[in-house]
């Protein structure tokens, strides 16, 4: 190549491949920059060689140069892929990329969703539970004690006075002294208060931290998770 001058076809790709255009002298000159054509600079230095770009339009006309030898070489980035070592020959790999999917941002969700997001659909479905189940309890260990008592057997407050007791200890107010006085009542009494306490306690802490940090949807992580989420893919192969 000593002295000669050598075809390369390419076209505008940043930061690989810049094209400018500016007049002077009432003459549009295009001038080139980027890694790949200082790269080629270089090379041409050293090895005595001057490099000549052809114009071009789009893509296939850059392959259909290359292919037909007008063209010595296509000097942009180009993924080596299986299926274009059969039609071509490539240089030494001299950058390596990491490929990725973009696709849109999720958008936020409205700020009143954010109370419930501090706790999953299980969690809220078992409070839930447990919530209806403890009255019940309470109600059941009232009637034994007024049957113990020989009072008649029946519960002295009602299911909805004792569920209104209930959500009223869960939501941290004051009790109003409607269980009777047994051991056994209070000690049940106590554990509510404790599962009320923490649930109350880690329910604050989730909900200021989603306040404070907005939470995006999730999106997909995996190929198969794309492939669920997205209705079609394309990819140009040159």
């Known amino acids: 190549m000593c002295g000669h ?3 390369v076809t390419a076209l505008p790709f940043s930061p690989y491949w810049i094209t400018s255009e500016e007049e002077v002298n009432g003459a549009i000159v295009t ?4 890694t790949d054509y200082f790269m080629l ?3 041409g ?3 005595n060689f001057t490099v000549n770009i052809l114009p071009t339009e789009d893509w296939d006309e850059v392959i259909q ?3 037909a030898r007008e063209s010595f070489i296509a000097s942009v980035i180009f993924a080596v892929l299986p299926h274009r070592l059969d039609r071509y020959d490539f240089t030494y790999a001299f950058e390596y990329g990491s490929p990725t999917f973009s696709m849109k ?3 936020l969700r409205p700020k009143w969703e954010s109370l419930y997001y501090p706790f999953s659909g299980g969690v809220w479905m078992a409070t839930l539970a447990i919530l ?3 009255p019940v309890i309470f109600l059941l260990m009232d009637t034994l004690i007024n049957l113990q008592l020989q009072t008649g057997g029946t519960a002295r407050n009602t299911f909805a006075e004792v569920l209104q007791e209930v959500v009223g200890i869960f939501l941290g107010q004051t009790s109003g002294n409607k269980f009777p006085n047994k051991t056994s ?3 049940l009494l106590c554990s509510w208060l404790l599962f009320s306490f923490i649930v109350v306690t880690v329910y604050k802490g989730n909900l200021t931290a989603y306040l404070t940090l907005p939470k995006y949807p999730p999106r997909a992580e995996t190929l198969e998770e794309l492939v669920k989420i997205a209705d079609r893919q394309v990819q140009p192969l040159i």
């Open 185 to 187: 009542v209070r000690i």
């Open 45 to 47: 230095s050293a090895l």
């Open 65 to 67: 140069k290359l292919e």
């Open 31 to 34: 001038s080139y920059s980027g």
């Open 5 to 7: 001058s050598v075809n």
């Open 132 to 134: 209806l189940i403890v």
């Open 105 to 107: 941002k999720p958008t």
């Open 41 to 43: 600079q270089e090379i």
